[in-house]
């Protein structure tokens, strides 16, 4: 049974993922983590001892947090996007991985995406989020537009739009053309419950990862 921690209980993802982990048969949620629920993570922790914490909370808080389970011995799931990877490198004492998206779906759509701009002149991503989406360019637009450009060295990273409205959830679109054509790919993910088949794989696998930082839901499918 895996013992798992939710920071950011109390956001839309972090309430998803605690039902999702409530409903798997092989995991135990131990801990609903943050501020708003007046639990602290520290606490949980010592408390609690999860085998995993998974990480939906926000930008400013997210390195803080992965430092402080990892140097509690406890493996980290990172949801979270809109901080510098850096800052997370080179920890020892547990794994922690790392996905600027959970969807199937859109792990294909940037698959798919770099295949095509090898082939296309020139592309421009569009994303599109709920209002209270804190980064923007999001981090799947961001690494969309790195898989593209190690696709297609030659070429530069292609321009992110980021659209802001309600009735939003998670959705993008790579828009490529060439003489007389043009080639759109986009993923949408209607509901939240999108992202959890990626979230409980990561949970599943984050502590037998080949090395303590991996970043991308590619790497475990």
């Known amino acids: 049974m895996i013992r798992v921690a939710v920071s950011g209980a109390g956001g839309r993802m972090g309430a998803t993922t605690c039902v999702a982990v409530q409903a798997a048969a092989d995991m135990e949620l131990v801990a609903r983590i943050d501020p708003e629920l007046g639990v602290e993570l520290e606490d949980a922790l010592r408390e ?51 996905a600027p998206n959970f969807a199937i779906g859109a792990v294909l759509m940037m698959m798919f995406a770099a295949q095509a701009y090898e082939h296309m002149q020139a592309a421009e991503i569009v994303e599109l989020h709920h209002p209270a989406k804190l980064d923007a360019p999001s981090g799947t637009a961001a690494l969309t537009a ?52 990626g979230v409980l794989l990561a949970v599943r696998r984050v502590a037998t990862l080949p090395e303590p930082l991996v970043i991308g839901l590619e790497h475990l499918l």
């Open 48 to 98: 609690h001892q999860p085998d995993v914490l998974v990480d939906f909370s926000v930008p400013t808080s997210a390195v803080g947090n992965v430092r402080a389970a990892v140097a509690a011995g406890v493996h980290v799931v990172v949801g979270t996007t809109g901080f510098n990877l850096n800052d997370v490198r080179g920890l020892q004492g547990a794994n922690v991985f790392i």
């Open 146 to 197: 790195q898989r593209m450009h190690e696709a297609a060295p030659n070429k530069a990273q292609p321009p992110i739009h980021s659209v802001r409205l309600p009735g939003l959830v998670a959705h993008q679109e790579v828009i490529l053309g060439d003489v007389g054509q043009t080639l759109t790919i986009r993923h949408d993910s209607i509901d939240r419950e999108s992202f959890m088949p």
